[in-house]
């Protein structure tokens, strides 16, 4: 038999390798022997606690993963859609970054038609930009409302034309704080 096999003759065994020769590598790989434990009852103890143990673990894991899923799922998500005003490149490029944003958080769910409970993010117009050298700054402002068109908050700021994801973050995490008071209606 090699290691890691059990023999059982009603009693409980343990495995021990016989090392009664004096060559270390031969004693590694020689056949084990098995000799019967004379206080099994220590034995199916330790395994009881070691069993005892690994459900006490599971039982915790369990517990944290329900948490855990409790926790994700007990965030109310919002409706979002998001419009613009204008229709060049600089405004588009920002709607586009803004809607994946917005797709990319846990918090918002792209919607249309605007459903009940909706924050409707509008790029009024078209963005402001200026030059800088050979880079493009772009300034813009966002109104956030409701379905009835009540403004719930404003957001403005700026970034770099090829670093919009800056805009679009922060334009998110505007829309987070206002985002609680489309639920109030």
Do not use: G
């Given at each position: 038999m090699a290691f890691g096999q059990t023999k059982s003759s009603g009693t409980h065994c343990v495995l021990v390798a016989r090392v009664d020769c004096g060559n270390p590598?031969?004693?590694k790989t020689q056949r084990a022997d098995f000799l019967p434990v004379a206080g099994t009852?220590?034995?199916?103890?330790s395994m009881q606690m070691v069993s005892l143990w690994m459900r006490c673990v599971l039982i915790i894991l369990a517990v944290l993963v329900a948490q855990s899923a409790l926790a994700a799922g007990s965030g109310k998500t919002t409706l979002v859609e998001v419009w613009s005003g204008g229709d060049?490149?600089?405004?588009?490029g920002l709607r586009n970054v803004l809607e994946n944003a917005f797709?990319?958080?846990?918090?918002?769910?792209?919607?249309s038609g605007k459903k009940p409970g909706t924050l409707i993010t509008t790029i009024p117009t078209h963005v402001e930009w200026k030059r800088a050298g050979k880079r493009t700054k772009v300034f813009y402002t966002v109104r956030f409302t409701s379905?009835?068109?009540q403004l719930l908050g404003i957001s403005k700021g700026s970034c770099?034309?090829?670093?919009?994801t800056k805009?679009?973050?922060?334009?998110?995490?505007?829309?987070?704080t206002v985002a609680h008071k489309v639920h109030q209606d």
């Open positions: 590598v031969l004693a009852e220590t034995w199916k103890n060049d490149s600089l405004t588009t797709k990319s958080s846990h918090d918002f769910v792209l919607s379905v009835d068109d770099w034309d090829n670093a919009m805009c679009a973050s922060q334009i998110v995490k505007d829309a987070t």
